[in-house]
């Protein structure tokens, strides 16, 4: 299968750092990854004084904005702002339970990728826990579609993602990607690709108090004529849908467990996505929760169904 199917949970080994700015505040912010016990999750925990303490778990009940990026929690009160990189990492990386303290509700940006945080799991280590790890299987396909953009979950026999994007942008165009997620293929060739934008909507965004931190060093812009003005150009030359990719993989990774499963986009975005995974998992005849098991010493892994309790991650 493309993901490694554990069958215990992890956790990191050790506590470790990081310190960005956020973009849209373009404020300086820390946020450091905490060992957990099992069953924890991904949970945030605002450690500004003004949050108080406040803990925001990481699943798809608490999405709140989803225009600009994906927010975690009232986006008038407590939240967290630009997970979906972050989560991207923890989810790829095979990262099941960490307690993400930050002292800004938004995430830093770093370099507009997700490798930072790849880079900060590998320094910390992932060490086995005790407890089993479940996963939701497909099991049968489920389609959402919003105007010319659609989404859906297929079975599969693993973790796969199938992203095609289209932009009337000559230095976008249509672009579409592939791949059977794993940690070494995400760390290769999906973790680098930054976030993008066209430098007529950031000047509006400026002017409207927002990406105040976005910059050349955070983000491949694409000027008034139509080509990439960052003097080093891209990382892959289809940047711009390994992205959109990324950014699924963040947002679907709020599902509380891990895919067995195809999603399919196109012209897909944060709103797309979370309308995609509430549509799957409010269809309970869609999918089913598994743990892997091995029998038999020297035997390959099995999957085999469990009662999942009422009030799980993944029932909205």
């Given at each position: 299968m493309g993901i490694d199917?554990?069958?215990?949970?992890?956790?990191?080994?050790?506590?470790?750092?990081?310190?960005?700015?956020?973009?849209?505040?373009?404020?300086?912010?820390?946020?450091?990854?905490?060992?957990?016990?099992?069953?924890?999750?991904?949970?945030?925990?605002?450690?500004?004084?003004?949050?108080?303490?406040?803990?925001?778990?990481?699943?798809?009940?608490?999405v709140g904005e989803t225009d600009l990026s994906t927010s975690l929690g009232n986006p008038a009160g407590d939240h967290v702002a630009t997970v979906e990189?972050?989560?991207?990492?923890?989810?790829?990386?095979?990262?099941?339970?960490?307690?993400?303290?930050?002292?800004?509700?938004?995430?830093?940006?770093?370099?507009?990728?997700?490798?930072?945080?790849?880079?900060?799991?590998?320094?910390?280590?992932?060490?086995?826990?005790?407890?089993?790890?479940?996963?939701?299987?497909?099991?049968?396909?489920?389609?959402?579609?919003?105007?010319?953009?659609?989404?859906?979950?297929?079975?599969?026999?693993?973790?796969?993602f199938e992203v095609e994007i289209d932009f009337d942008s000559p230095a976008i165009g249509r672009q579409a990607f592939a791949a059977d997620l794993d940690a070494e293929c995400f760390s290769k060739e999906i973790a680098r690709a930054r976030t993008f934008g066209f430098i007529k909507d950031v000047e509006r965004?400026?002017?409207?108090?927002?990406?105040?931190?976005?910059?050349?060093?955070?983000?491949?812009v694409i000027g008034e004529d139509n080509k990439v003005i960052n003097m080093e150009g891209l990382r892959y030359p289809n940047e711009f849908v390994r992205h959109k990719m990324l950014d699924a993989i963040g947002d679907l990774a709020l599902a509380g467990a891990r895919f067995i499963g195809c999603f399919r986009s196109y012209r897909g975005g944060?709103?797309?996505n979370a309308a995609a995974l509430r549509h799957l998992l409010t269809d309970r005849s869609a999918f089913q929760i598994v743990e892997t098991t091995r029998r038999e010493r020297g035997r390959a892994a099995e999957m085999i169904a469990v009662n999942a309790p009422v009030f799980a991650p993944w029932v909205l």
């Open positions: 199917l554990l069958e215990f949970q992890t956790t990191l080994s050790s506590a470790v750092s990081l310190k960005g700015i956020g973009v849209h505040s373009g404020k300086s912010v820390t946020v450091t990854f905490q060992p957990a016990e099992a069953d924890t999750g991904v949970i945030f925990q605002r450690v500004d004084q003004d949050a108080q303490g406040r803990l925001i778990p990481a699943l798809a009940s608490e990189h972050l989560m991207a990492a923890v989810a790829a990386m095979g990262v099941d339970n960490v307690l993400v303290e930050i002292d800004s509700p938004e995430v830093p940006i770093m370099d507009g990728s997700a490798s930072a945080f790849v880079e900060a799991f590998t320094q910390a280590g992932i060490r086995q826990l005790s407890a089993k790890r479940r996963y939701i299987r497909i099991l049968k396909p489920v389609r959402i579609d919003s105007g010319s953009s659609w989404a859906e979950f297929r079975p599969h026999d693993g973790t796969r965004l400026w002017a409207a108090g927002y990406a105040l931190g976005s910059s050349l060093e955070n983000s491949v944060h709103r797309l």
